[in-house]
Nanobody, 114 residues
Framework: QVQLVESGGGLVQPGGSLRLSCAAS????????MRWYRQAPGKERELVAA????????NYADSVKGRFTISRDNAKNTVYLQMNSLKPEDTAVYYC???????WGQGTQVTVSS
């Protein structure tokens, strides 16, 4: 079964950190680019970060550059999003996506609030 399962979300104070994980199964993980998206209340889903299949290339939305880091461990079929210096505007449901297989996870809630 093709599946992505996000975890690691939660409630943090502004300035805090979280690390999200996305565990993949049922497909060849190391041939897929992995992406993190987020969708905040009242906003459209946006691309946050992406990482190439071998982990050499990455890109980030301007809003998270310098604060978020995407990484992957192909031996564990897992992609991560390290989020530092979190802001209230980072509050959203975070989803992972695999390209080109175009598999989506169910999402994990991140809430940044004091």
């Amino acid at each position: 079964q093709v599946q992505l399962v996000e975890s690691g979300g939660g409630l943090v104070q502004p300035g805090g950190s979280l690390r999200l994980s996305c565990a993949a199964s049922g497909f060849t993980f190391n041939t897929n680019t992995m992406r993190w998206y987020r969708q905040a209340p009242g906003k459209e889903r946006e691309l946050v970060a992406a990482i190439g299949s071998a982990g050499y290339s990455t890109n980030y939305a301007d809003s998270v550059k310098g604060r978020f880091t995407i990484s992957r461990d192909n031996a564990k079929n897992t992609v991560y999003l390290q989020m530092n210096s979190l802001k209230p505007e980072d509050t959203a449901v975070y989803y992972c996506n695999a390209f080109p297989i175009n598999t989506w996870g169910q999402g994990t809630q991140v809430t940044v609030s004091s």
